[in-house]
């Protein structure tokens, strides 16, 4: 029987179950509100997409990108013009591209060259050997501005042409413009998208009319919160946050923040029936839940800290945007929603309100129930099924993970992308972006010299020579962000900084990319490790183990592995992509390892504590009939909002979103379900080991024995 001792004047919530806590709480929400929602619109001003700022300031393209910002004049914005007329180029169609070029070069006046050779058709414009094109490239310094803002007006200047003649403006800045546009206002979409598909879950998942409002409210407040936390850090420590963290910010938020509410929420409708105040109801499900929560989130947070040891800004930023996201929707779900659950009372649940009641109703067998009691009769059925499904998928990494181009990063290719594919049809020898090398102005003719000789160069030209240093422009016959073009690259960087004395150094679009790749390459090599072990610990103190945490760090990590295969087969096959973003692997290894840990966390914490009465094949059991429904519920949340990636226009976010959502579903629905129980289920007493819990127990006759062995009927 059930006794409210709220009801007879007793608090057995202490100072928490008082009548004042929850106003109090939601209060201090509205007082902290005041200051940080303002902030959170901020946050937009202070993201990059700049390559430069995601690179290590140590990076050679870094150190380039920065001499020629200090330079006068600054850094320029490179735009081809690609003209092409089938038929074959017209004397209208010439006349029409040098007027353009003459009206642009006036507008952005160019750099003038000090030497190098001029074709028969001036210094700048360009027929093609087939008479089927013309080209022209055009600097334009950044004071005019940055690349989106000024692809636009190039784009509208040189509309004026012959029935035709075709037009398309690409090169470095125009790519650079269009993946800006990409991000244009993306930071609202994600958030909205994200809004109504947890909502329409939450609607799902508790068939209320009103329920469904308070954690959504609550994840909302704890999302601005965290953009205008992000903000702050980034102004008082300058961490990089591109438009990719701030939309996986919002991502994360929504995620675990509903899920943390789902595990609540389910903790709480379970005490309502046992007490008659809800204010002790609350504070007996928060101490249910908490723990596990907290662990969840701990872990989390861990591993995002691990970036930190990153070289790539971009990703090393990630490390503490993230951790600020986590912790506040810890936080908010931990004060400000129950206190919101608290001050409206029952009635929140209707039309399904649970009801106080001292009787003990037996309830009939779920679909846990079933299911564990099948994974029992059949252990080594559920772990090598399961295992199998692992390694099928795991095949598919045998597909294409080759690294995914720039040019390739747009499932709709804008024009910029298109017009890269008939330079490269129409100048093969120009179907590379150019590198820029600085040197020093005595070695500059040597360093052109030797920069011409080196395999994989098509054309060499310099340019001014201003503020102690000369750029060069080289030009590879490959096209760009290949491994032909990054060997070019390489051998290139070699080539010059053999010549003494010139401290020239190579950089450039592909030269930040590759860049980019070699760091990315490197980071993973130190994070990923260093994520094992972290994870392995917190897991580790939680349990107060080794077995249970080696044996559910190895299913995390087989499930990563099955998910990026699974996830490979789509893209390559399905899909089309033509590789995996650098930035993928490592990303979605943090969010699966990290996240994929969690439900095993609140299954396993849950084992943990009915094993103390139960033994640990029913404490297993009890523990997947009581955590299945709702951590299934909470799975298939997070990978909805991870899903709501995959409606961007970009195949980095595309693949992440994918990815993540795909190993969310597999770890909550397979590895949490039926491999960790079945694994639970073989290993028995010995999954705590060395805990005391692993060992027999004394009985009162001195024989040695265990809960688990006095159950013939879960052993057969």
């Given amino acids: ?23 109090l709480v939601i209060g201090l929400w509205v007082v902290l509100a005041v200051f940080m929602v303002p902030l959170s619109g901020m946050l937009s001003s202070v993201t990059t997409d700049s390559a430069v700022d995601a690179l290590p300031a140590n990076a050679e393209s870094t150190k380039v990108a920065v001499l020629e910002d200090s330079l006068p004049g600054g850094e320029d914005n490179t735009f081809v013009f690609v003209y092409r007329h089938a038929g074959g180029i017209t004397a209208a169609d010439r006349a029409t591209v040098e007027r353009h070029y003459d009206t642009l070069a006036k507008r952005y006046p160019p750099k003038t060259a000090t030497s190098g050779e001029e074709d028969d058709d001036g210094p700048a414009i360009r027929p093609s050997t087939n008479g089927t094109a013309m080209m022209f490239t055009l600097d334009v310094s950044t004071t005019y501005g940055p690349p989106e803002e000024l692809v636009g007006p190039l784009r509208d200047a040189a509309k004026d042409r012959p029935a035709g003649l075709d037009l398309d403006v690409t090169g470095p800045a125009a790519i650079d413009g269009d993946m800006d546009a990409v991000f244009d206002g993306i930071d609202l979409q994600v958030f909205l ?30 999302a601005l919160t965290s953009m205008a936390t992000v903000y702050l850090l980034v102004k008082g420590f300058g961490i990089v946050v591109d438009n990719q963290n701030s939309a ?21 409708r379970e005490a309502l029936h046992h007490h008659e105040n809800v204010r002790v109801a609350m504070v007996h499900a928060l101490r249910g839940a908490a723990p596990a929560i907290i662990a969840s989130a701990a872990t989390v947070i861990a591993g995002l800290l691990c970036l930190l040891v990153a070289d790539l800004n971009s990703i090393s930023g990630l490390g503490p945007v993230g951790a ?3 912790l506040c929707a810890l936080v908010a779900m931990l004060t400000l929603f129950p206190a919101l659950l608290v001050v409206l009372g029952r009635r929140i649940f209707w039309p399904a309100i649970p009801r106080f009641s001292t009787v003990v109703v037996e309830e009939k067998p779920g679909l846990w129930v079933r299911l564990g009691a099948a994974i029992n009769r059949r252990r080594w059925v559920a772990t090598l099924s399961s295992l199998a499904v692992l390694g099928v998928l795991i095949v598919g990494l045998t597909g294409n993970t080759g690294a995914l181009r720039e040019q390739d990063q747009f499932p709709s290719p804008p024009e910029s992308v298109t017009g890269f594919t008939v330079l490269l049809q129409n100048f093969p020898e120009l179907g590379g972006q150019p590198m820029t090398i600085y040197t020093r102005p ?35 016959t490959d096209a760009p962000d290949t491994p032909a073009e990054y060997d070019t690259i390489k051998r290139v960087r070699t080539a010059v900084h053999a010549v003494n004395g010139a401290e020239a150094i190579v950089g450039g679009p592909s030269a930040e990319n590759l860049d980019t790749e070699v ?14 072990a972290v994870v392995l610990l917190v897991l580790g103190l939680l349990l107060r183990a080794i077995v249970a945490p080696l044996i559910l760090m190895a299913t995390v990590v087989v499930s990563f592995a099955a998910a990026f295969g699974g996830s490979v087969f789509v893209f390559d096959t399905i899909l089309g992509f033509k590789g995996i973003d650098y930035s993928v692997p490592l990303l979605a290894f943090l969010f699966l390892v990290a996240l994929g840990v969690d439900y095993n966390i ?9 094993t103390v009465r139960l033994g640990t094949r029913r404490g297993m059991l009890k523990a997947l009939s009581a955590t299945g429904g709702v951590i299934t519920s909470a799975g298939l949340v997070l990978a909805a ?25 597999l770890d909550a629905l397979l590895v949490r379900s039926i491999l960790v129980p079945a694994l639970t289920l073989l290993i028995g007493r010995r999954m705590w080991w060395p805990n005391k819990l692993s060992r027999p127990v004394e009985m009162p006759d001195g024989e040695r024995s265990l809960v688990d062995d006095q159950e013939p009927a879960l052993q057969r």
């Fill in 1 to 23: 029987m059930a006794v409210d001792a709220a009801s007879s004047g007793k608090a057995p919530g202490g100072r928490l179950a008082g009548r004042w806590v929850p106003w």
């Fill in 193 to 222: 998208t994200t809004v109504i598909v947890v909502m329409l879950l939450l609607i799902l998942t508790y068939r209320s009319p009103v329920l469904w409002f308070i954690p959504l409210m609550a994840v909302g407040v704890a």
């Fill in 248 to 268: 996986l910010l919002t991502i994360l938020v929504f995620g675990v923040g509903t899920d943390y509410a789902l595990l609540l929420i389910a903790r709480y």
């Fill in 324 to 326: 600020a996201g986590i």
């Fill in 442 to 476: 005595a070695y500059q003719e040597q360093v052109l010299e030797i920069a011409k000789r080196v395999p994989g160069v098509a054309q060499v030209e310099s340019g001014e020579t201003v503020g102690g240093w000369t750029d060069i422009s080289v030009y590879p």
């Fill in 519 to 532: 760091t990315t390459a490197r980071d993973e090599k130190l994070v990923i490790p260093l994520v094992l």
């Fill in 602 to 610: 609140f299954l396993v914490s849950r084992a943990r504590e009915e």
């Fill in 641 to 665: 909002t991870f899903a709501v990636l995959v409606s961007l226009p970009l195949v980095m976010l595309i693949e992440v979103g994918f990815l993540v959502a795909f190993g969310v579903l």
